[in-house]
């Protein structure tokens, strides 16, 4: 079954240092995602990404955030400058033009 | 602003008995909801999606959507211990694929 993939799965950052998770997404899927669930909160979304720019964004997508497909693979989110408040579980999702989103693992990232 | 409420448990059910998972949303014109479960330290995982009033069944889950009351539930039948679990509802928040999530209601089902 395809499936999306994340890494790293867990990362350990200080505060103020820049940090790129990455996602595979499946094949053929054409519209991306980031979320993220802070440790027992909401599952909040970020941005969505489709034929290479952002198609909607949240208030926490503020300029610190950034996406991009650099290779046509993988699809990245960029923290320019973590905050404490940052460490929260980040998931990828895909999907076609339909309305399952599919889910990778998650990447956890922990900002000291 | 859209918000999804759900109690967020933990709701304990008996093997073998309905669990029924409750969901009520503050956007009237909201027309797609979805059920996600969600195991501990994993990915939400999409059980079932419900666009239209009434009932829609799969397997040993049921959604119930009534729109007028803005509430949605999901109801499984014979309940397992692997059912245990984050139970979370979910509308769009704007675009396809921008989902407002509630809390999640966390389900415990004991053998």
């Known amino acids: 079954e395809p499936e999306v993939t994340q890494t790293p799965s867990h990362q350990v950052t200080q505060m103020g240092q820049e940090v790129i998770l990455r996602c595979v997404p499946i094949?053929?899927?054409?519209?991306f995602y980031w979320y993220r669930q802070i440790l027992g909160q909401k599952v909040e979304f970020l941005v969505s990404?489709?034929?290479?720019?952002?198609?909607?964004k949240s208030e926490i997508f503020d300029d610190q955030f950034s996406v991009e497909r650099p290779d046509g693979s993988n699809f990245t989110l960029k923290i320019r400058s973590t905050k404490l408040e940052d460490s929260a579980m980040y998931f990828c999702?895909?999907?076609?033009?339909?309305?399952?989103?599919?889910f990778g693992e998650g990447s956890r990232l922990t900002v000291l | 602003q859209k918000e999804v409420e759900q109690n967020s448990g933990p709701l304990s059910v008996p093997e073998g008995a309905i669990a029924s998972l409750n969901c009520t949303y503050s956007?009237?014109?909201?027309?797609?909801f979805f059920w996600y479960r969600q195991y501990s330290g994993k990915s939400p995982e999409l059980i079932m999606s419900?666009?239209?009033?009434g009932d829609k069944e799969d397997g040993r889950f049921t959604a119930q959507l009534n729109k007028a009351s803005q509430y949605v539930s999901l109801l499984i039948r014979d309940s397992q211990p692997s059912d245990s679990a984050t139970y979370l509802c979910?509308?769009?928040?704007?675009?396809?694929?921008?989902?407002?999530f509630g809390k999640g209601t966390k389900l415990s089902v004991k053998p």
């Open positions: 956007d009237r014109g909201s027309q797609s």
């Open positions: 999702a895909t999907n076609t033009n339909t309305g399952e989103l599919f």
């Open positions: 094949s053929n899927h054409l519209y």
């Open positions: 979910a509308l769009y928040g704007g675009s396809q694929g921008n989902l407002i």
């Open positions: 990404f489709y034929n290479n720019e952002i198609s909607e």
């Open positions: 419900i666009y239209s009033n």
